[in-house]
Every structure is written in structure tokens, then in C-alpha cells.
């Protein structure tokens, strides 16, 4: 690839350095992402799902070519170059960049970070991604939509989804009478009635191939057990997980992993769970109809150990 003789964002008119009007606004763009917390990946995969060219017929965004621009002082006039962005913003990415460093302090023990289902965005209904950042006082955790057309940004402190997990969990274990067990459908397939019927046929012959047989049977058996509905069992797997559960004090990762298929946020930062048999378990669901249980009122009862 040919490299660039002018930083980007910039451009050679009549031998004069000027600014380059629509790369400066990717510029800018950047600039400003960064500043809202986005990672120099996610910035780059926006850049290259939109075809956002580097230079003419290339896009090649990438984490190492994002940061040379946050870094890059001569967009702040350094060096006679214009000026495309001001000391402030340059200095305010260079301390983002500093505290993003500080990242070893960060406990990956911590239950958070073994939360291995989707959480969905509201929008657009993408997967979101997790991002912690110390700068912000009152709730350093945001979710963010991992889809380029999508900006969505929720703030939703650890402790906070933990808790709103747990009250859920809660919800659905003193209500396990409330899962939904599908009817079995014992009904074939449109395949499988066709091998059947062909096995009928060759058994009315009198001079069939044993091996032929013995192969559509084998094909028959298998498209039999593909016809059987998992969903009734996995209902009933589910109901007795949670049948058999204590209420819960705190989050426990082992009985959310158990039960628990993907995480949904609200835009106002609520929380709702989708259960492995496909069911919602929210705030205004079914399961909270009866029960008003949480952890806060588990910690209050006798026995239990108090948790700020």
C-alpha cells in the first residue's frame, strides 16, 4: 500500500498545506468517540463497517493507525500544520490514554467478568460491550452497542447489574411453578414421513438390498431423533434448577449460568433476563406478580449476613 506524504486530514492545494474538509471531520469523529469512551477497536470497526476511506481506495482502520492520529500534536498546529483539533481535546485523549494504562488494577476475579452471555441493546438489539472508566465518579461502567450504526450508550455500574440479576434470579426461584412447559409435539417431518415410507416400500419387495436397508434405516433413525423437541425437556430442567434453589442474599454466578441466557437493558438502565427456555424474567413481568422478594429483604432475614 502507498503510504501518505501529508498526515491525514490534510491535503496539498496550489503547494500549500490546507485541511482536508471531509477528513478532518472523521478526524473530529474520532476524537470525540474516544472521548466518550469508546476502545480504539470498536472506533475502527465503525470506520471500516462504513468504508471510511484513508487515504483514496483504502480503509484499513486498525487500533495501531487510531491512536497515531490521537496522538498526532500536529493537529493541534504543531508544526505549521492548521489547526484540526484544539490543545484541550489533544490533552484530555493523552489522559484518557493514561488512565485507560491503569487497567492492571482491575480485579478479573470478579464475577463480572465471567458473565459470558450477550447482553442485548435496546435499539437496535446488537450485543453490547462492557467499559470501565475511572474518570467518571458516580458510575465508572458503561455498555455500549458493539453495531457501527448503532450509538447507544447505557451506564449501569457492576454492583447495580449484579443486584438487578439477583433480584430477578429471586423472582423466578420463589415462582418456579411459573415456567412454561411446552407440549411435546410428536409430530415428523416432512423428511422423516418420506424415509419411513421408502423403508415400507423396500421391505414390500421381495428381493431388497440388506445394506441399502440397513443405511435408510440408520438415515431414518437419525432424522427421527432430529424431530425430537429438546425445548419441553430443557422447561422442565429449568423449573427443578430453580424448584431446588435457595433464595438468594447475593449474585451467584453458578445458578446464573445454569439458567440464564442473555441479558437485556433498558435505555433507562433496567434489567431483564432471558431464561435457557426463551422466557423474559423483568421488572414487570409474571414472575414479580407474586412475590416481592430481593436481596435486600433476604438480607434482612434472621440468619442471613448483612451486606452494605
Same mark, same amino acid.
Not at 424415509?195 to 419387495?205: F, Q
Not at 424431530?227 to 424448584?243: F, G, M, Q, V
Given at each position: 500500500?502507498?503510504?501518505?506524504?501529508?498526515?491525514?486530514?490534510?491535503?496539498?492545494?496550489?503547494?500549500?498545506?490546507?485541511?482536508?474538509?471531509?477528513? $478532518?471531520?472523521? %478526524? /473530529?469523529?474520532?476524537?470525540? &468517540? *474516544? =472521548?466518550? #469512551?469508546?476502545?480504539?477497536? @470498536?472506533? $475502527?470497526?465503525? %470506520? /471500516?463497517?462504513?468504508?471510511? &476511506? *484513508? =487515504?483514496? #481506495?483504502?480503509?484499513?482502520? @486498525?487500533?495501531?493507525?487510531?491512536?497515531?492520529?490521537?496522538?498526532? &500534536?500536529?493537529?493541534? #498546529?504543531?508544526?505549521?500544520?492548521?489547526?484540526?483539533?484544539?490543545?484541550?481535546?489533544?490533552?484530555?485523549?493523552?489522559?484518557?490514554?493514561?488512565?485507560?494504562?491503569?487497567?492492571?488494577?482491575?480485579?478479573?476475579?470478579?464475577?463480572?467478568?465471567?458473565?459470558?452471555?450477550?447482553?442485548?441493546?435496546?435499539?437496535?438489539?446488537?450485543?453490547?460491550?462492557?467499559?470501565?472508566?475511572?474518570?467518571?465518579?458516580?458510575?465508572?461502567?458503561?455498555?455500549?452497542?458493539?453495531?457501527?450504526?448503532?450509538?447507544?450508550?447505557?451506564?449501569?455500574?457492576?454492583?447495580?447489574?449484579?443486584?438487578?440479576?439477583?433480584?430477578?434470579?429471586?423472582?423466578?426461584?420463589?415462582?418456579?411453578?411459573?415456567?412454561?412447559?411446552?407440549?411435546?409435539?410428536?409430530?415428523?417431518?416432512?423428511?422423516?414421513?418420506?424415509?419411513?415410507?421408502?423403508?415400507?416400500?423396500?421391505?414390500?419387495?421381495?428381493?431388497?438390498?440388506?445394506?441399502?436397508?440397513?443405511?435408510?434405516?440408520?438415515?431414518?433413525?437419525?432424522?427421527?431423533?432430529?424431530?425430537?423437541?429438546?425445548?419441553?425437556?430443557?422447561?422442565?430442567?429449568?423449573?427443578?434448577?430453580?424448584?431446588?434453589?435457595?433464595?438468594?442474599?447475593?449474585?451467584?454466578?453458578?445458578?446464573?449460568?445454569?439458567?440464564?441466557?442473555?441479558?437485556?437493558?433498558?435505555?433507562?438502565?433496567?434489567?431483564?433476563?432471558?431464561?435457557?427456555?426463551?422466557?423474559?424474567?423483568?421488572?414487570?413481568?409474571?414472575?414479580?406478580?407474586?412475590?416481592?422478594?430481593?436481596?435486600?429483604?433476604?438480607?434482612?432475614?434472621?440468619?442471613?449476613?448483612?451486606?452494605?
Amino acid at each position: 500500500m502507498k503510504k501518505r506524504n501529508i498526515p491525514f486530514g490534510y491535503q496539498y492545494q496550489n503547494g500549500v498545506i490546507t485541511t482536508h474538509p471531509q477528513e $478532518a471531520a472523521v %478526524l /473530529n469523529r474520532i476524537f470525540s &468517540e *474516544y =472521548q466518550n #469512551g469508546l476502545s480504539l477497536l @470498536n472506533i $475502527a470497526d465503525r %470506520l /471500516n463497517a462504513e468504508n471510511v &476511506e *484513508y =487515504q483514496p #481506495g483504502v480503509t484499513g482502520w @486498525n487500533k495501531s493507525r487510531i491512536m497515531r492520529l490521537i496522538e498526532d &500534536e500536529r493537529y493541534t #498546529g504543531k508544526g505549521g500544520f492548521p489547526v484540526i483539533s484544539d490543545e484541550r481535546t489533544h490533552q484530555a485523549m493523552v489522559e484518557i490514554k493514561a488512565q485507560k494504562n491503569t487497567q492492571h488494577g482491575t480485579d478479573r476475579r470478579s464475577e463480572i467478568f465471567h458473565i459470558d452471555v450477550p447482553v442485548i441493546c435496546p435499539t437496535c438489539g446488537g450485543e453490547m460491550v462492557r467499559r470501565h472508566d475511572s474518570r467518571f465518579k458516580k458510575c465508572q461502567q458503561r455498555w455500549i452497542c458493539s453495531n457501527a450504526e448503532c450509538h447507544t450508550v447505557i451506564h449501569k455500574a457492576d454492583s447495580d447489574l449484579l443486584h438487578d440479576i439477583t433480584v430477578l434470579l429471586n423472582r423466578a426461584i420463589v415462582n418456579p411453578e411459573l415456567v412454561q412447559i411446552p407440549v411435546i409435539d410428536d409430530s415428523m417431518s416432512v423428511q422423516t414421513l418420506k424415509a419411513e415410507n421408502e423403508i415400507a416400500r423396500t421391505l414390500d419387495t421381495l428381493d431388497y438390498d440388506k445394506n441399502t436397508l440397513r443405511k435408510k434405516m440408520l438415515e431414518c433413525a437419525s432424522l427421527r431423533y432430529a424431530d425430537i423437541d429438546s425445548t419441553p425437556y430443557i422447561a422442565h430442567r429449568l423449573k427443578a434448577t430453580l424448584a431446588d434453589a435457595e433464595p438468594l442474599s447475593v449474585f451467584s454466578l453458578a445458578l446464573f449460568k445454569r439458567t440464564v441466557q442473555a441479558i437485556h437493558l433498558g435505555k433507562d438502565g433496567t434489567v431483564s433476563i432471558k431464561v435457557i427456555n426463551d422466557q423474559m424474567v423483568g421488572k414487570d413481568d409474571e414472575y414479580a406478580t407474586d412475590s416481592e422478594y430481593s436481596a435486600e429483604s433476604s438480607a434482612e432475614n434472621p440468619g442471613e449476613n448483612q451486606h452494605s
